[in-house]
């Protein structure tokens, strides 16, 4: 087990393990804001924890009164305090179990147990005209050293239906996921002194007692995983039951220790808070320069400039390509060069993308009479000047409206008559992801037969998001016949390829890309969490066109790259997996 002189090794030794092991990362909003979980961090802040209360984070001072005298003290104050004030007694507490016997503790500390060492659920007196503090379950942080924050209220309303505590008094939130988040603090800074909040909460005011060690030990992982198993209730409603809380088994350490135990752990949870903040800024130094110098591949003029930026990121490619971000980073460039026409060579034998569209338009024609769709007869603005690279000399810009037939889907709540009705699946926004279908859950819908076969998919047609929050403008996937008879709602387009000589491949690579993203950021319209599209903005839409043979040579092409970007950031994931693992492995073994 680990001691306190080998603390400071322990940390230093495994360094780079803590700030390197990466449990996740979200990405939200449209600032793209990207959050990291440190997992190695993590670790260590736990560790950390549950060396304090084993008494392993600082040494034992023999000068120290023992804690067995501490522990009287505390009887006797409890005794005094009862008959002065009007608190009650918890009952009876069982005598220390079978876990403190296997378990031993420093010498001149003893166990005792939470509620021998303060008073559960005390309740406030005070007049209704007072001011006090009320403390919803949001303002409790899970993390060690964030005090409670809280709101002033008259104690007349906030007296009645919630939990009560005082300044100073410790509470644990009781119900899941808050407990198992290590949700809970040392109320301060309280109006008035009192206060009262979520009644989902478990208070101890202590006696003679550290509040901030009480603390560390309900943050500590060791007692939340011995509570977990002991809460009770339905899934989502359950709780850690009163018993538990009052009865815990709590290692007691001197008085001085315990606030010595207390500054260490800042001084170390400031430690971490400097590493974490510097892993962030690596990582984010990082992401900065890895965009930068892909970066550099879509803005280069010509054939030699891409060459060499290519040869300066491949010389440095270990060190770039290093994170699944970078991976990510990494596809979204070659889709970039892909739409560009950078990808691959163009072949001079290439049929011009000009004659092709010749026929994709007449094409067009016929399936509008064939569906019987509306022809709009308002002109659309040109696109020539529509995509702000040059494309090459074989290719051609055209509108989605030029090309495809765009349908809105069918809108919920019609009225059907039961004897013209058909059940029938239909896709929503949640079903089309960017570049691919979760079909994982389908809903039916009841339409006229009569409409069926306006909504009714095919295979090739192209999905496209109509909007919601800023990740879901624009998204796009191909369908493939997954579902038999299946339609779409009318928040998700139908984009339908007239004929054959355009891959639905090669317009979602565009979309998907950096370019298409754009477009419709721009032409969304556009609230503070939301934004969304017209069919009138997709129909605007530009669109660059290879040759049919350049379509099909560059869509390889990006498969192929795209399934080695795949095993790298496969063993990324395994590379950040193992070291997760060695990080759980190294707590294990300090904490004995």
């Not at 993390?143 to 709101?151: D, F, I, L, R, T």
């Not at 800074?189 to 030990?217: A, K, N």
């Not at 001085?256 to 800042?266: M, N, P, T, Y």
């Not at 400097?274 to 890895?290: D, N, S, Y």
């Amino acid at each position: 087990m680990t001691d306190v002189t080998s603390i400071d090794i322990l940390l230093t030794d495994h360094l780079d393990l803590w700030t390197s092991a990466i449990a996740h990362r979200s990405v939200s909003g449209r600032g793209r804001s990207k959050k990291f979980s440190l997992h190695g961090i993590e670790k260590l802040r736990g560790l950390i924890l549950d060396l304090a209360v084993r008494g392993k984070l600082v040494p034992q001072d023999p000068e120290d009164e023992p804690a067995a005298e501490l522990l009287k003290q505390i009887r006797s104050e409890k005794v005094r305090l009862l008959r002065t004030n009007r608190l009650k007694e918890a009952k009876a507490l069982p005598e220390p179990g079978a876990r403190e016997s296997v378990s031993s503790l420093p010498r001149g500390w003893v166990w005792s147990q939470l509620g021998a060492v303060g008073f559960i659920s005390p309740r406030n007196l005070a007049a209704d005209a007072q001011e006090a503090s009320f403390v919803p379950m949001p303002m409790i942080a899970s993390e060690y050293g964030v005090a409670n924050e809280h709101e002033v209220r008259p104690w007349g309303e906030i007296k009645k239906g919630y939990t009560h505590f005082a300044e100073g008094d410790v509470g644990l939130a009781k119900i899941t996921p808050c407990f198992e988040n290590g949700k809970s603090t040392v109320f301060r800074g309280l109006t008035g002194g009192i206060g009262s909040g979520t009644t989902e909460l478990h208070i101890l005011r202590p006696v003679i007692v550290d509040p901030d060690y009480l603390l560390i030990f309900l943050k500590s992982p060791s007692f939340i995983a011995a509570g977990i198993p002991k809460m009770t209730g339905t899934a989502g409603q359950k709780r850690v039951p009163t018993e538990f809380f009052a009865n815990s088994p709590f290692p007691l350490p001197p008085l001085a220790e315990q606030s010595r135990i207390v500054g260490k752990v800042d001084e170390l949870m400031a430690l971490c808070d400097r590493l974490e903040a510097g892993a962030h800024e690596a990582i984010e130094a990082h992401q900065l320069l890895v965009s930068e110098l892909l970066a550099t591949l879509t803005t280069s003029r010509d054939a030699g400039e891409l060459a060499d930026n290519w040869a300066l990121i491949e010389a440095h490619f270990d060190t770039l390509i290093a994170t699944e971000d970078s991976v990510d980073q990494l596809k979204q460039t070659i889709l970039q060069l892909a739409v560009m026409g950078r990808l691959v060579r163009q072949d001079p034998n290439d049929e011009p993308a000009a004659e092709l569209l010749k026929r994709i338009k007449a094409a067009k024609v016929v399936a509008h009479e064939q569906e019987k769709l509306s022809v709009r007869s308002s002109q659309l603005k040109q696109v020539s000047k529509g995509v702000n690279f040059k494309i090459p000399r074989t290719w051609a810009i055209t509108s989605f409206d030029d090309v495809f037939l765009i349908v809105s889907g069918i809108t919920k709540g019609q009225k059907v008559p039961p004897s013209e009705a058909i059940e029938l699946p239909y896709l929503r926004v949640a079903n089309v992801q960017r570049g691919f279908l979760d079909l994982t859950e389908i809903k039916s819908i009841a339409v006229k037969s009569s409409d069926a076969r306006r909504y009714e998919l095919r295979r090739g047609d192209i999905l496209m998001t109509e909007g919601g929050d800023w990740d879901k403008v624009g998204r796009a996937a191909i369908w493939s016949d997954e579902i038999e008879r299946c339609i779409h709602q009318n928040h998700v387009f139908r984009i339908r390829p007239p004929s054959e000589e355009i891959q639905p491949e090669w317009v979602i690579s565009y979309v998907n890309s950096a370019f298409g993203k754009q477009y419709f950021q721009d032409a969304s319209k556009q609230t503070t969490n939301l934004a969304s599209i017209n069919k009138t903005q997709l129909r605007f839409c530009p669109l660059p066109v290879p040759p049919l043979a350049e379509q099909n040579r560059i869509l390889a092409k990006i498969d192929s790259l795209f399934k080695l970007c795949e095993r790298l950031k496969s063993g990324l994931m395994d590379a950040s997996d193992s070291k997760m693992e060695i990080a759980d492995a190294v707590v294990a073994k300090a904490i004995g």
